[in-house]
């Protein structure tokens, strides 16, 4: 079973920074591969939005919104993911969410999901 798990959220001023991590496991130990991951967020009655992708190889692409502020990476553990998010603002508050694909050999390629983190911009 595919295990997500997003940290780093909490509570900063506008103009800070946060790292978020994105860790994938495999609970029953078996093979699993990261194909690639999107983080995504979502706000109180707004619809889901689509933040950053990093590709196995790295490439990497933005959302107009966070273009030149945020910047994701696949360093260290080759299933954790980071996003830098740099110069915040009030509309980057909300709940954020990595999506990686993940290849098993029982259910091929798929997307999974974690329970999110926090991030809340406020002076």
């Known amino acids: 079973q595919v295990h997500v798990e997003e940290s780093g959220g909490g509570l900063v001023q506008p103009g800070g920074s946060l790292r978020l991590s994105c860790t994938t496991s495999?609970?029953?130990?078996?093979?699993?591969?990261?194909?690639?991951m999107d983080w995504y967020r979502q706000a109180p009655g707004k619809e889901r939005e689509f933040v950053a992708r990093?590709?196995?190889?790295?490439?990497?692409t933005y959302a107009d919104s966070v273009k030149d502020r945020f910047t994701v990476s696949r360093e260290g553990a080759e299933n954790t993911a980071f996003l830098q998010m740099n110069r915040l603002k009030p509309e980057d508050s909300a709940v954020y969410y990595c999506q990686p694909n993940v290849y098993t050999y029982s259910l091929g390629s798929q997307y999974y999901w974690g329970q999110g983190t926090q991030v809340t911009v406020s002076s």
């Open positions: 495999e609970t029953s130990g078996n093979f699993f591969t990261t194909n690639l």
């Open positions: 990093i590709t196995r190889d790295g490439r990497a």
